[in-house]
């Protein structure tokens, strides 16, 4: 008796929890430098139900995974990473194309690119997706070239990072 309680209240604590009551607030970006292809290789994991939280503030009828409006959805996310999700080389701000996406259990993978002849010396990455909605929101990003690799914690009160490219 004295460990059913405790059980008991985990389970029902659990049970009427908010679907975004997460434990921590986290995306991973990941931004490969492709020499052979002359590209920046973006790929953002988000948890599927902060990004369906975030575009149903102005879009309370959509649904992911199952999608509602597959296009919709696409159309959407390209106009959220261009507002949350910006790169600098050099002194100038580089347009993305977004690729696509795909679930993976409960996170979605969103793919973008972008086409450059060489890497700059310096490049500015950043990310500001989820910041409006989660205080606690810290955004992992990976940087690769080659061998070389890159990592920075984006948050809040800093949501951007420039860095020498080697």
């Known amino acids: 008796m004295r460990?059913?309680?405790?059980?008991?209240?985990?389970?029902?604590?659990?049970?009427?929890?908010?679907?975004?009551?997460?434990?921590?607030?986290?995306?991973?970006?990941?931004?490969?430098?492709?020499?052979?292809?002359?590209?920046?290789?973006?790929?953002?994991?988000?948890?599927?139900?902060?990004?369906?939280?975030?575009?149903?503030?102005?879009?309370?009828?959509?649904?992911?995974?199952?999608?509602?409006?597959?296009?919709?959805?696409?159309?959407?996310?390209?106009?959220?990473?261009?507002?949350?999700?910006?790169?600098?080389l050099n002194q100038d701000w580089i347009k993305h194309k977004f690729i696509g996406r795909e679930y993976k259990s409960d996170i979605l993978q969103c793919y973008m690119e972008i086409e450059i002849l060489e890497l700059p010396k310096i490049m500015s990455i950043q990310n500001t997706i989820f910041f409006n909605l989660f205080e606690d929101q810290q955004n992992i990003l990976h940087f690769k070239n080659g061998t070389k690799r890159k990592s920075?914690?984006?948050?809040?009160?800093?949501?951007?990072?420039s860095f020498p490219v080697d």
């Open 3 to 88: 460990y059913f309680l405790p059980i008991l209240f985990l389970f029902f604590s659990s049970s009427f929890s908010n679907e975004n009551d997460h434990e921590f607030y986290v995306t991973t970006t990941n931004v490969v430098f492709k020499e052979e292809k002359k590209t920046l290789q973006i790929t953002c994991q988000l948890f599927i139900d902060d990004i369906e939280l975030l575009l149903k503030q102005n879009n309370p009828e959509l649904r992911l995974y199952p999608d509602s409006d597959v296009k919709k959805i696409d159309l959407l996310l390209e106009e959220t990473f261009k507002k949350v999700f910006r790169i600098k």
């Open 152 to 161: 920075f914690l984006l948050h809040s009160s800093r949501n951007m990072v």
